[in-house]
């Protein structure tokens, strides 16, 4: 039987950061994988969709802006494959620097299919690995729902991208953040898309005037948008994406034999990540809070403290999660919403700057869309930063040092942003 400080199961964001932190700090870590490191978000998730989301918006500037910018380029066509080799090469670039990263910190990665015996010890390929502590990462999986068995031309975000060729048409069952990704980069691709949800609105746990931007600009793009319909119905579209969210692997890898307190399947954790048993902690997707890589690596680094410090350990503050989706335009946010806000605070101030007047925007020719500042109306303390424009994803991470550190817009309106950026929409919020 081998020992080991920490035992992680799962090779994701979650799983490898914390694996990396922990090494780094002197501690004996084993990292179980069954398939290959970087999980759902370098594989699946992230960073192809976010690869492809690239080319649909140059193809569909070059396409149909072309000519304004002074590039005259007739029959303009995407090669699909072309993509699907540079998305191969992009992969296999990333998960090479992580398996580095994990080599160079001396993280023994085991290659198999972990399966958790108790909260001490898990078995892989025949052999028994002993630990101290005990972290789960072992994600999630794309949810199906019953008038859609995945299979055929029914797909979910998985499969999507693997497929050999882009469709004629499709419909997206579910209005949420991937169905709206798909929606945005297949229209730009010249695929015909329709969208359904049973929900009345898009994006309804963000700030609701962004959630009507977006909508307005899908359906600019061509996409059919059905909202609040009793159940969607497939017309006859070449292929179906079935994007109703994921469902967390908390029934897989012999989690189950830990007896954890669970709630639809997410795993419960204290401030620290750690579960209902003692030294055993859960990270990422299996939480269900705020499906992002980068709430992942926030859940590593607080996980990593309190295995090293205990309860004197920074805690997990859900507040400071940065809230991205890419789509046309993009959107980002921050802290709290403005409805949010002043139902915590008396007095609520609330400053926007349009892309409009923006004159990097102006250059770009991306005028669509706004910043949104929400800000106690006594102190100045900055409670909420809400994005829709031009690389509102990279852009939001400046507001996320704010409210790191506590800023008001007193102080923020000391702070001087070079001239002609886009980061100059955060001018002027006092």
């Known amino acids: 039987m081998k020992k080991f400080d920490v035992l992680i199961v799962g090779g994701g964001p979650g799983g490898y950061r914390s694996a990396q932190l922990l090494a780094q700090q002197g501690k004996k870590a084993a990292l179980f994988e069954k398939k290959k490191l970087g999980g759902s978000c370098l594989h699946v998730g992230c960073i192809p969709t976010k690869l492809l989301q690239s080319a649909a918006v140059r193809f569909h500037t070059l396409a149909k802006e072309g000519k304004a910018w002074g590039i005259e380029a007739d029959n303009v066509r995407f090669n699909f494959q072309t993509l699907v080799d540079r998305t191969s090469k992009t992969i296999s670039i990333l998960e090479k620097g992580i398996q580095s990263s994990l080599s160079s910190a001396k993280v023994e990665v085991i290659q198999g299919e972990a399966e958790v015996v108790h909260s001490q010890l898990v078995k892989c390929g025949g052999e028994e690995y002993q630990g101290d502590h005990l972290i789960l990462a072992a994600g999630s999986r794309p949810k199906s729902i019953p008038p859609f068995p995945i299979g055929g031309k029914i797909v979910t975000s998985d499969e999507l991208l693997s497929q050999p060729r882009l469709p004629q048409s499709l419909l997206i069952v579910g209005a949420g953040v991937i ?15 329709r969208m359904g ?7 309804m746990n963000m700030d609701e005037e962004l959630g009507q931007v977006l909508l307005n600009s899908v359906r600019k793009l061509g996409v059919e948008v059905e909202l609040g319909s009793s159940e969607v119905k497939p017309r006859d579209e070449e292929l179906i994406l079935v994007a109703v969210g994921r469902s967390p692997n908390s029934d897989k890898a012999g989690i189950p034999n830990l007896g954890l ?14 579960t209902s048993v003692k030294k055993v902690y859960a990270v990422g997707d299996l939480t269900g809070k705020y499906p992002y890589a ?35 335009p993009e959107i980002a946010a921050v802290g709290l919403t403005e409805a949010e806000a002043k139902a915590k605070f008396k007095s609520v101030k609330v400053a926007k700057n349009n892309f409009a007047a923006n004159s990097k925007g102006r250059i770009l ?12 109306g006594d102190s100045g303390k900055i ?38 950026t886009l980061s100059e929409i955060f001018e002027n919020h006092e």
């Open 197 to 203: 949800d049973v929900l009345p609105g898009i994006l």
């Open 383 to 420: 409670l909420g930063v809400h994005l829709v424009g031009p690389e509102a994803t990279d852009l939001i991470g400046e507001a996320c040092v704010w409210l790191s550190q506590g800023m008001t817009t007193q102080s923020l309106g000391k702070v001087l942003h070079p001239h002609p």
């Open 261 to 274: 307190k669970t709630q639809g399947g997410k795993i419960e954790t204290n401030d620290f990540l750690e």
């Open 179 to 193: 169905g709206l990704e798909f929606a945005c980069l297949y229209a730009q691709l010249g695929v015909r898309v």
């Open 365 to 376: 020719g991306e005028i669509q869309g706004w910043s949104k500042m929400v800000s106690d």
């Open 294 to 328: 980068h709430t992942a690596y926030e859940h590593a680094r607080i996980v990593t403290g309190h295995i090293l410090k205990g309860d004197s350990a920074e805690k997990m503050d859900d507040s400071k999660i940065p809230h991205v989706v890419f789509t046309t």
